[in-house]
């Protein structure tokens, strides 16, 4: 089935003075899609919200939410709502009154913005707290508080602006998953902003690594991880070792590599490279073989250091005259610090981008 | 900790002794006077009477007291009326800006305040700056009277008291933070809904703070009302400073003094009532 685009950016640029942020975007959202706009702080995610939103205006290009050409329609008249970095409660305004502003704004009747006050406190599971102000809620109850005051506008679309960061690792947790089902019971288009990889990761159907004002790369969670294509993405997510390395030969679906001091592999490649042409390898941790016994046809290094963290341990292994290489595994007691051990590379893994 | 009380006392005690010396003492010697009576030269009998308070109700006085309460309650208002849009709109500039401003708003102080009340005979009299500009222009056929009357009286007091409006309410505005205002917008509230949920909400006490510190001086500002007012009105201020002056009558000053004291606590009464908080006041 065809999915619907709900939101259009159609070669969006936006100038703050002289001075570029966002160059020459155009992204798709489709309709009910949890897509999350990621990138280093800085990196001009939060201005392609608000462009979306109408909080600011775009430079040169085209806003289109269902169709609609919104390029030059007010904030008040798009059908998109915003959960605003700090939330943005009305300090003066109970929860209720909060939750019940946009609807009074638009002078909808008191008897239906009772009764779609009364389903959506339910929602976010806020009964009880009706007629508190926002001073007297939790972090979390606070949230709730601002999701509830903008999913009662049947919004479109669901802007969210790095809103789970000020909470608590458990609390983000919970609200992460509270998110989730909110969506999917809605049925809403999220656009969510964060600087937070593990946040976006589980969250996202899909998501647009941001960087310098320009969409690096917009595809599903698992394959930004397992296939970057651009350094910045493969460094930007996860863990990863960045290793130089040269062409020696050019096949088919395959090019021959050295690296790390000439050590020699087979890796597949679907972009075109040249002979001689200089390159980087990104493997993840988790892909790279360790052994106490000599691997055939691999690197030999020692232990520098061993990161433990419940789960999983990560090692550090030093290659004499080389960088470090990252590994990760999943057994922890079978290393101590200078261990001679022996690292090989899975050519499968291996991910070859351009400089 | 004693020796650090013994450091902190040092530095207050000057602040006591002129906070005793200089208000306390002259209040509680008016408030002595206030009940005793007057020769006819002038002088003062100390024979316990309330008969100074009694005059006060009578019609000419009160009359006076409400003239006076109207003209503060204009230039109150008038205040209001600049103050907001004034802080609205420097808001949104930056925050170089913003201190400029706050300091030129705050230059006028360092001039004395009867010779800026001067200053505005230059521009308002029959043949002053405005008259001649506007009648030069041929918006005016003849000059208007913008002095020598309750106008007069009404711009003097306006601009000598806008700084005390002016300072509480931006500070108020521009705490409100931004995206309270953003959120508002997004949630389709338009201009004057904005204003009115969460502007007005948020500075109502800035403005409740702005309106008492204009108000009261307002009441007894006499040299305004002597220089721009040409002396045809009379508000509660004059007629204390002609009963120590020119009446030479003492205790019935002291009256009306102690009197407009009264009426001044009660405005704060009020004012508490109303929602604010004391600390804004600065302890008044």
């Given amino acids: 089935m065809e999915k619907k685009v709900l939101v259009k950016l159609e070669n969006v640029s936006k100038s703050f003075g002289s001075v570029e942020v966002i160059k020459n975007i155009s992204l798709d959202i489709y309709e009910g899609e949890f897509l999350t706009l990621l990138g280093p702080s800085g990196c001009g995610k939060t201005t392609i919200l608000r462009m979306i939103s109408g909080l600011d205006d775009v430079t040169t290009g085209k806003v289109y939410i269902d169709d609609k050409d919104m390029t030059n329609v007010d904030a008040t008249k798009r059908e998109v709502n915003t959960i605003f970095q700090n939330l943005a409660l009305f300090p003066k305004m109970t929860t209720k009154e909060n939750i019940s502003f946009g609807l009074k704004m638009k002078k909808v009747d008191k008897a239906e913005i009772d009764k779609r006050v009364d389903e959506v406190i339910k929602l976010v599971k806020l009964q009880g707290f009706e007629d508190r102000y926002p001073s007297e809620l939790s972090g979390g109850q606070q949230q709730r508080v601002a999701i509830a005051r903008s999913i009662i506008m049947n919004p479109k679309v669901l802007l969210l602006d790095e809103s789970l960061c000020s909470l608590d690792l458990k609390l983000k947790k919970d609200m992460q998953i509270e998110l989730k089902r909110l969506q999917k019971k809605l049925g809403i288009t999220f656009i969510y902003v964060t600087h937070a990889q593990d946040e976006a990761l589980s969250m996202s159907d899909r998501i647009a690594i941001i960087n310098n004002g320009a969409i690096e790369q917009l595809d599903t969670p698992s394959n930004i991880y397992k296939y970057p294509k651009t350094l910045f993405v493969a460094d930007f997510i996860g863990e990863a070792n960045i290793i130089n390395a040269k062409v ?21 490649a679907d972009s075109i490279f040249e002979k001689n042409q200089e390159l980087k390898l990104v493997i993840r941790p988790e892909n790279v073989r360790i052994s106490k016994n000599e691997l055939a046809n691999g690197i030999k290094g020692s232990i520098n250091d061993i990161t433990y963290s419940g789960d999983s341990t990560k090692l550090l292994v030093n290659i004499p005259g080389s960088i470090d290489i990252k590994v990760c595994i999943n057994d922890d007691n079978k290393y101590v610090y200078n261990d001679e051990v022996y690292v090989k590379f899975d050519s499968n893994y291996i991910i070859p981008l351009r400089k | 900790m004693k020796k650090n009380s ?3 006392s040092f530095f207050i005690l000057p602040i006591i002794i002129y906070t005793f010396v200089l208000i306390l003492l002259p209040i509680i010697y008016i408030l002595f006077l206030s009940f005793c009576t007057s020769d006819s030269y002038g002088g003062i009998l100390y024979n316990f009477t309330l008969d100074n308070y009694l005059n006060i109700f009578d019609m000419t006085y009160i009359k006076m007291l409400l003239k006076s309460s109207l003209i503060a309650l204009v230039t109150t208002f008038i205040c209001i009326l600049i103050s907001y849009p004034f802080a609205l709109i420097l808001r949104n500039k930056s925050e170089h800006i913003k201190n400029l401003t706050t300091k030129l708003i705050m ?65 108020a505005v521009f705490e409100i933070d931004k995206s309270l205002i953003e959120a508002a917008k997004d949630l389709g509230a338009k201009p004057l809904q904005i204003f009115k949920n969460i502007i007005l909400p948020q500075t109502i006490s800035g403005v409740f703070n702005g309106s008492l510190m204009v108000f009261i001086p307002a009441i007894g500002y006499f040299f305004i009302a002597d220089i721009l007012g040409g002396g045809k009105t009379m508000i509660i201020g004059n007629l204390i400073k002609n009963q120590f002056l020119t009446a030479r009558n003492w205790p019935f000053g002291s009256a009306i003094a102690i009197f407009l004291i009264i009426i001044t606590f009660a405005l704060v009464k009020v004012y508490k009532k109303l929602g604010g908080k004391m600390e804004e006041l600065g302890g008044l």
């Avoid at chain 2, 405005?130 to 309750?150: E, Q």
């Avoid at chain 2, 007069?152 to 002016?166: D, Q, S």
């Fill in chain 1, 248 to 268: 020696l030969e050019v096949g088919d679906n395959e090019i021959k590599v050295s690296m790390l001091q000439d050590h020699v592999v087979d890796i597949k």
């Fill in chain 2, 107 to 171: 230059v006028p102080f360092l001039t004395n305040s009867l010779i800026r009340t001067y200053g505005w005979i230059i521009l308002l009299r029959k043949n002053g700056i405005i008259n001649k500009f506007l009648t030069s222009l041929g918006i005016i056929a003849f000059p208007l009277n913008l002095m020598y009357n309750k106008l007069g009286i009404i711009i003097g007091m306006t601009y000598t008291l806008l700084p005390f409006m002016l300072l509480p309410v931006c500070s």
């Fill in chain 2, 6 to 8: 013994g450091f902190k």
